[in-house]
């Protein structure tokens, strides 16, 4: 997409979206200051979207004075098995996720009615309920806010990409040369810094919509507590015929895109690889922990009880102490 | 069933003690993303250490078997009677530090859980603590190794 076309495109979209903001009234930008302490979450109308990407370029606009910096020339690592990763160079990828893209339009050209159509799907972070990147983060960088947010702190990040490995969808993007890795041990510990969408979370803070969803021209997306984007996510599924995705994926996402194409479909058309996610069904990667942590809870008492028994049961049966050898016990 | 002459745990118990301490310790530091990059998940048998979800999963059993051995210790000492002195400290310094390290990881844990939030600062707090804590705890044990070590030469 030329760059005269997605400016033309932004401000359209601009003025649609107010309106159409405006006269919804499902989801306002007060609504959005108002449930800031809510769940949110977003629904993505994939028969609206028409892939014109006034989205990405809203986004890559809004977030720009955040992007990376990195140090040139950027040291290289040890062990060299570990690749330095510098997107600075191509900053203008717009066509999959990078640390300068946190947002792209991936597109699949499937059947829809007997008729060949290309349905085009915004993807960034689905921001997922549970999220194994904020909840497996050793340095605690990838965090999960209250408003159900999930979102990395870059001063804080040492680009171990550990997020991105357990990401079902693969989504943060590491730059390196950049963070707190260079002031730690460069060469042998960290790698850059990961990015990915936070959802505009500075502009949610201050009730404005994010970027991407205030310029869709099609009103493809909105934002709203989670009840009430499921809800909706589902009325519009009935009324298409269509096929929910993000309700249930990984446990439950914030990202709830409805499309008249099933997603099985979507999956096998769509272009796959780095930084291109699929669009597979993904059970809960944290289902193993839940078990477990029940378990843990359990542990303690389940500990006295078995002390207790032994214990006691055995001074009721001759009043005898255990051995107070101490050199025994350590 | 002890008797006296017998110790708390015994000495499988010990060995298991010891046993899930490593675990714990090992898929500690196993989440962190260094044993890839430093090349033991390349070593034939070791390449689940590469493998956070799994590290995490035997975290979490070693977390259960250790917990379940400290209660029912703590529940021995109890019932033995609790010691004076110096030793008297020395067990409250490695009960507080284990029941530190413990309630940051039920923190960790339940935070983990599906439908559970616990907030960002919180949270923070808490992963900075279970590190620190462990460290403190790995300190102290080798301290205390090497002290018993210097007493019997």
Redesign the interface.
């Known amino acids: 997409m030329s760059s005269k076309v997605s400016r033309r495109n932004f401000l359209r979209g601009s003025i649609a979206a107010a309106g159409g903001l405006a006269a919804s009234g499902v989801v306002l930008p007060t609504a959005v200051k108002a449930a800031s302490g809510k769940e949110l979450a977003t629904f993505i109308d994939l028969s609206k979207c028409v892939g014109c990407e006034a989205c990405v370029e809203a986004c890559r606009e809004a977030n720009e004075h955040r992007y990376p910096e990195p140090e040139k020339p950027i040291r290289k690592m040890f062990?060299p098995?570990?690749k330095v990763e510098d997107w600075s160079e191509n900053r203008g990828e717009m066509e999959r996720l990078t640390p300068y893209n946190w947002l792209y339009i991936q597109r699949a050209k499937v059947t829809v009615d007997g008729e060949e159509k290309e349905i085009t799907i915004p993807r960034r972070c689905m921001h997922c309920?549970?999220p194994p990147c904020?909840?497996?983060?050793?340095?605690?960088a990838a965090?999960?806010?209250?408003n159900g947010v999930v979102r990395i702190n870059d001063s804080l990040c040492l680009g171990?990409?550990?997020c991105k490995?357990?990401c079902p969808w693969s989504i943060p993007q590491r730059q390196s040369g950049v963070g707190l890795y260079l002031d730690l041990m460069p060469s042998l510990?960290g790698n850059g810094v990961m990015y990915k969408c936070d959802r505009c979370y500075d502009r949610l803070q201050e009730g404005e919509l994010p970027a991407c969803i205030e310029v869709c021209p099609e009103k493809a997306q909105v934002i709203g507590p989670r009840d009430e984007i499921i809800a909706l996510a589902h009325r519009r599924a009935k009324e298409i015929n269509g096929h929910i995705y993000g309700e249930k994926e990984n446990?439950?996402t914030n990202t709830i895109y409805v499309s008249p194409v099933p997603f099985e479909e979507l999956n096998k058309a769509v272009e796959k690889g780095p930084g291109k996610p699929h669009l597979k069904r993904v059970g809960?990667?944290?289902?193993?922990?839940?078990n477990?942590?029940k378990?843990?809870?359990i542990?303690?008492v389940?500990?006295?009880a078995?002390?207790?028994g032994?214990?006691?049961n055995?001074?009721n049966k001759d009043d005898?102490?255990?051995?107070?050898?101490?050199k025994?016990?350590? | 069933?002890?008797?006296?002459?017998?110790?708390?745990?015994g000495t499988w118990g010990k060995r298991l003690y010891l046993l899930s301490l490593f675990a714990l310790v090992f898929t500690g530091f196993g989440?962190?993303?260094?044993f890839k990059?430093?090349?033991l998940a390349d070593i034939p048998g070791l390449a689940w250490t590469a493998d956070?979800?799994v590290t995490?999963?035997i975290h979490?059993?070693a977390?259960?078997v250790f917990?379940?051995?400290?209660?029912?210790?703590?529940?021995?000492i109890v019932?033995?009677?609790l010691?004076s002195g110096a030793?008297l400290r020395k067990y409250l310094v490695r009960a507080g530090l284990i029941a530190l390290l413990l309630a940051s990881g039920?923190i960790l844990?339940?935070?983990?859980?599906?439908?559970?939030?616990i907030?960002?600062s919180v949270?923070?707090v808490t992963?900075?603590a279970h590190?620190l804590l462990t460290m403190a705890f790995l300190f102290a044990s080798a301290t205390y190794l090497r002290v018993?070590r210097a007493r019997q030469q």
């Open positions: 062990p098995r570990v309920q549970n904020a909840n497996l983060c050793p340095w605690g965090k999960r806010e209250d171990g990409a550990k490995q357990v510990a446990g439950g809960n990667t944290m289902a193993a922990e839940d477990l942590v378990a843990l809870f542990a303690p389940a500990a006295v078995a002390g207790v032994r214990f006691w055995f001074a005898k102490p255990v051995n107070s050898d101490e025994e016990e350590n | 069933m002890a008797a006296q002459g017998q110790s708390i745990m989440q962190l993303p260094i990059r430093y090349y956070f979800y995490m999963i979490y059993v977390g259960i917990i379940l051995l400290c209660g029912y210790y703590a529940v021995g019932r033995r009677g010691p030793l039920f844990a339940a935070r983990n859980m599906t439908g559970v939030h907030g960002p949270s923070f992963v900075w590190f018993r």
